[in-house]
């Protein structure tokens, strides 16, 4: 049976969180686990003594699979360690594969130096394809799998979605209390304006991050409700400007919008993640400081998305 779209989501944010957790021979495991449950076919190559691994963590249909996930990345280990799989790959099974397969956990997306390296790679060996596959792949091929196989490898239940639920203001004021912690004075507080035309688009996020945002949106009056009635009434701006001195620091930090939203997931949430309902009620709460435009950048005055994108 097909996850829904909530479920899709609560799988997509338990993966970031093992990605987060599991380096080295741990997701090379969970890979090789992953790919033996999506496909009978995927032969997972263990370590074997003096004869190692010989360049590959798995074969499938003419494809090996090569690992790459250390502890702190790290682009020169990761360039010598591509390297030597490649050459041993190539000398030990050259006639096994005819696409070698970069696979990595960093959920910041392939690094610049790395995509170099693919290129020179290809260039090098005309006869060979090479692919990236990072976190996104895994969750596609997650989310096709049987919802006890996908339980499995998480390690969780999936909470079975509701087809209508609330967010009421007790789901959100632990969050709100979380941002007063974190908040920063703010001497010029911004005002609150209504968000931008494209603005979704602009930041150019994934389609399953727009959509979670986009329905998150129905419930930020909640939040509006919320401030209006505190008794300290520059409560809101002086979070508004915390979270955005946050924002800064994390869009100069990662490449990925996913990431970045991530990262904002976290600060909202604190040490406090669990429930979908939970999760829910904080994408609530960044919606509500997405619409003000205290977070995520605003498009250029004219600028206008492309077609496939549309408005946001």
């Known amino acids: 049976m097909a996850l829904g779209f909530e479920e899709q989501s609560f799988v997509r ?10 380096s080295g021979k741990a997701f090379e495991r969970f890979f090789q686990d992953l790919m033996c449950a999506r496909y009978p076919g995927f032969i997972d190559v263990r370590t074997h003594g003096k004869l190692g691994d010989m360049g590959a963590d798995g074969l499938l249909d003419g494809k090996l699979y090569a690992c790459y996930a250390p502890e702190v990345p790290d682009a020169t280990a990761v360039r010598t ?3 030597k799989d490649l050459a041993k790959a190539t000398a030990k099974r050259g006639d096994h594969f005819d696409t070698f397969v970069f696979v990595h ?5 392939v690094h610049p130096e790395i995509s170099i390296l693919l290129g020179q790679a290809s260039r090098d060996h005309p006869t060979l394809l090479f692919e990236n596959r990072g976190p996104r792949y895994l969750h596609r091929e997650l989310c096709r799998l049987e919802r006890e196989e996908i339980e499995d490898l998480l390690g969780c239940e999936i909470p079975v979605s509701e087809r209508v639920y609330r967010i009421g203001l007790d789901d959100l004021e632990p969050l709100l209390a979380h941002l007063v912690a974190q908040r920063r004075a703010a001497r010029f507080p911004a005002p609150a304006r209504e ?3 494209d603005k979704l688009a602009y930041n150019e996020l994934s389609a399953e991050d727009r959509d979670e945002i986009v329905f998150a949106m129905r419930y930020t009056p909640q939040v509006e409700e919320y401030y209006q ?5 520059t409560e ?3 979070v508004a400007q915390g979270f955005s001195a946050y924002y800064q ?3 100069a930090a990662y490449q990925e919008p996913g990431e970045v939203l991530w990262k904002l997931q976290e600060y909202v949430a604190g040490n406090a993640r669990g429930s979908r309902d939970h999760e829910r009620a904080v994408m609530v709460v960044l919606a509500y400081f997405f619409e003000t435009c205290d977070i995520f950048d605003e498009p250029p005055l004219g600028w206008r998305a492309p077609a496939e994108h549309g408005a946001a």
């Open 13 to 22: 944010a338990m993966l970031r969180r093992l990605l987060d957790e599991r």
């Open 81 to 83: 360690k591509f390297k």
């Open 105 to 109: 956990n960093d959920l910041r997306g």
């Open 195 to 197: 968000v931008p035309p």
């Open 229 to 233: 009635g505190r008794t300290d009434i």
């Open 236 to 238: 809101r701006d002086e």
């Open 249 to 251: 620091q994390v869009k």
